[in-house]
Each structure stands twice: as C-alpha cells, then as structure tokens.
C-alpha cells in the first residue's frame, strides 16, 4: 500500500468537500456499527434485513473481517442508507436527515437548505 | 435485492485511470495488484475487498465514495449538499431541521391513518410541534 501514496495526484480535482480521502478499512467498519445504532437497529435485526449472518455482521464491525464490496452493498441496503455516504465523511446523523428529506418535496428541502446556509459555524 | 453494479464500479475506475493518463498494467503494478486481477476488476468481473477499493481510490486520487455511485439509491446532488451543510451548521439550526423533517413525517403519518381509518381528527398529533402545517 505504501507505494501507492507515490502516484501523483491532480489535486485541483478532488472536491474540497470530501475529505475522506484517508479512508481506511477501519474507519469504514466503525461506520457501519454507527449507523446500524442511528437506525436503532440491532445485529441480528440487521441480519434478517440482509440475510447474512449475525455473527458476520459482528465481524466486520468489529474490523475483524474485512468485507467485500458485495456485503457492504447488502449491509447499505439493509440499513436502506447510500453505500456511498456510509463510507463518505458526513454524521450519521446528516445522512439520515438526507436520506429523509431525499423524498421529501422539493418545498421542504429549499427551507432546510436556506436554514442550514444562514447558519453555517465558522471554523 | 439487486447486488451492486460491478460494471458500474469497473467502468468509474477506467475512466478516471485514462484521465490520469496511466496504462492498467502501471496502475496495477502502482497499487500491488496483479494485472489479471485489474484487468478483470475493471470488466466488473470482480468483487473487491475493502482494502483493494481504498488502495484503488488512493490511486486514483478520489475518496472511496466518488467510486460507489448507485442511480439505485443515491441521493440527489442537492440533498447530498444539505448532508454536507448539516455537519457545519449551529446546532440550533440542526435541530430545527430535524424538527421540520420530523412534522413532515408525522403529518403524512397522521393522513394516512386518517385516511385509513376515517377517523380524522380523533388522532392526537405526535410531532414535537402540535401545530404542523395544516393538511
């Protein structure tokens, strides 16, 4: 993995809003515990929804087995949250309230946007 | 369920390594990966571990995320945004968006009971706000 750190990157194009870039198979197994849990959800809850194995749900959330993308995909879909946001950088608690708002009127999603704007904390 | 577009993701990968201007056989070697095996990978004849995506997507100079796009269940570009916006917004104002989400909820809730069982106006409403928009 360390020779990979080499490869020259074109900096300008990765989006300045995505800082998940130092991602590692750890972080992304904590994630999937984190959101299983926003869910309220428990493993063997989880289990029926994906038709894996309780204890291979454990595993992986515990890092001590590494999923394939097939499983993580199913694990996603069990928890009905985007593949794409659990291994992404936003709160568990952000991707739940979007993935809400996603079939809400567009009304609604306008309101929250314009709240959220006018209140962005300075870092 | 439908399992994950492997295409998908072998296409998104190829794309960004000709932009990057690498040949597979390079990009492969750059990430310890065997020829055959990217080759295939890139022909969604494979499904990788999670180690394999991130040492492609370091590779590739993009988050993980930018690779795992699905039109089955992504979200809009433009709740993504809110995503984004939720995390740096005053805890005020997160709140009252998880209010005004949860009114929302409840309103069509209490339609469709209302609905279901024609008792409208029985029901006691269970948002946090009495008073949600009016039906």
């Known amino acids: 993995m360390s020779n990979v750190r080499r490869i020259t990157r074109k900096q300008s194009e990765t989006p300045i809003e995505d800082t998940d870039n130092d991602t590692d198979s750890t972080i992304i197994a904590a994630r999937f515990r984190e959101f299983r849990e926003a869910r309220k959800m428990s493993v063997a809850e989880l289990a029926r929804a994906t038709r894996l194995k309780p204890e291979f749900i454990a595993a992986i959330e515990d890092g001590r087995l590494e999923p394939m993308l097939g499983d993580m995909y199913r694990l996603a879909r069990g928890l009905n949250i985007p593949l794409r946001e659990i291994v992404g950088s936003a709160s568990p608690r952000a991707i739940l309230l979007a993935v809400e708002l996603n079939e809400a009127p567009e009304e609604l999603q306008g309101a929250i946007t314009t709240i959220l704007a006018c209140s962005q904390v300075k870092k | ?135």
């Open chain 2, 1 to 135: 369920m439908k399992p994950f577009d492997l295409t998908r993701l072998g296409q998104e990968i190829r794309r960004r390594r000709l932009d990057l201007g690498w040949s597979a056989a390079q990009f492969a070697e750059e990430c310890g990966l065997t020829p055959s095996y990217f080759s295939a990978l890139e022909a969604g004849q494979r499904d990788p571990h999670t180690t394999t995506l991130i040492t492609i997507a370091r590779g590739l100079g993009c988050p993980v995320s930018d690779l795992l796009a699905d039109p089955d269940t992504d979200l809009s570009p433009e709740v993504r945004e809110i995503g984004r916006q939720f995390d740096q917004a005053s805890p005020h104002a997160r709140a009252v968006a998880e209010n005004m989400v949860r009114v929302f909820r409840d309103t069509l809730q209490e339609e469709g009971k209302a609905d279901d069982a024609d008792h409208r106006g029985d029901d006691v409403p269970r948002g946090r706000f009495n008073g949600g928009p009016p039906s």
